[in-house]
T-cell receptor, first 116, second 110 residues
Framework: GAVVSQHPSRVICKSGTSVKIECRSL??????MFWYRQFPKQSLMLMAT?????????EQGVEKDKFLINHASLTLSTLTVTSAHPEDSSFYIC????????????FGEGSRLTVL | GQNIDQPTEMTATEGAIVQINCTYQ??????LFWYQQHAGEAPTFLSY????GLEEKGRFSSFLSRSKGYSYLLLKELQMKDSASYLC???????????FGTGTRLQVTL
């Protein structure tokens, strides 16, 4: 299957700082990537849809100025958590659509963010 | 809105069979996925159903009834390593945009 790589896998930062998470499709081009957030023992919640060369589409309730998404190339999307607060601590997972018509998503390894 | 429901937790014995149900009410439907997720890891793909019926893949099978908005994942010959969360997700028809259910945490015991 297609490979999606996410970096960093773990990050700890101080409250008020910004953190950037990268998501790369390694062996295919992804015009669309998705960013999910997952709190402990909960399911994945879609935050935004990242479209190459255009602005991201955010889900209701997700602050676009706080969670900056950039999809500058067909293989890279980045999520920047700005002015992070402890409540932003979570597991962030990116995904990209696979080749074909099934709509299957391939997920990155996830990034665990801890804001102190 | 989108609504996808699964039981929160299930427990089953090693070697047994377990069925995890998923009901959905979504604005669109272009296929249903099941993913397995171990704690602290990303989800991994298990199965995909877009037509009614049963899809079998080794120890895992998935069933879909579109008219009932219902799916289940069947795990046979349970192994300890099957202890994980199982996520039901619906492609609502917009470019692989998946909406995930609440997830079912399965605990396999001896």
């Amino acid at each position: 299957g297609a490979v999606v790589s996410q970096h960093p896998s773990r990050v700890i930062c101080k409250s008020g700082t910004s953190v950037k998470i990268e998501c790369r499709s390694l062996d295919f081009q992804a015009t669309t990537m998705f960013w999910y957030r997952q709190f402990p023992k909960q399911s994945l919640m879609l935050m935004a849809t990242s479209n190459e060369g255009s602005k991201a589409t955010y889900e209701q309730g997700v602050e676009k100025d706080k969670f900056l998404i950039n999809h500058a190339s067909l293989t890279l999307s980045t999520l920047t958590v700005t002015s992070a607060h402890p409540e932003d601590s979570s597991f962030y997972i990116c995904s990209a659509a696979g080749v074909g018509n099934t709509g299957e998503l391939f997920f990155g390894e996830g990034s665990r963010l801890t804001v102190l | 809105g989108q609504n996808i429901d699964q039981p929160t937790e299930m427990t089953a014995t090693e070697g047994a069979i377990v069925q995890i149900n998923c009901t959905y009410q979504t604005s669109g439907f272009n296929g249903l996925f099941w993913y397995q997720q171990h704690a602290g890891e990303a989800p991994t793909f298990l199965s995909y159903n877009v037509l009614d019926g049963l899809e079998e893949k080794g120890r895992f099978s998935s069933f879909l009834s579109r008219s009932k908005g219902y799916s289940y994942l069947l795990l046979k010959e349970l192994q300890m390593k099957d202890s994980a969360s199982y996520l039901c997700a619906v492609n609502t028809g917009t470019a692989s945009k998946l909406t995930f259910g609440t997830g079912t945490r399965l605990q396999v015991t001896l």
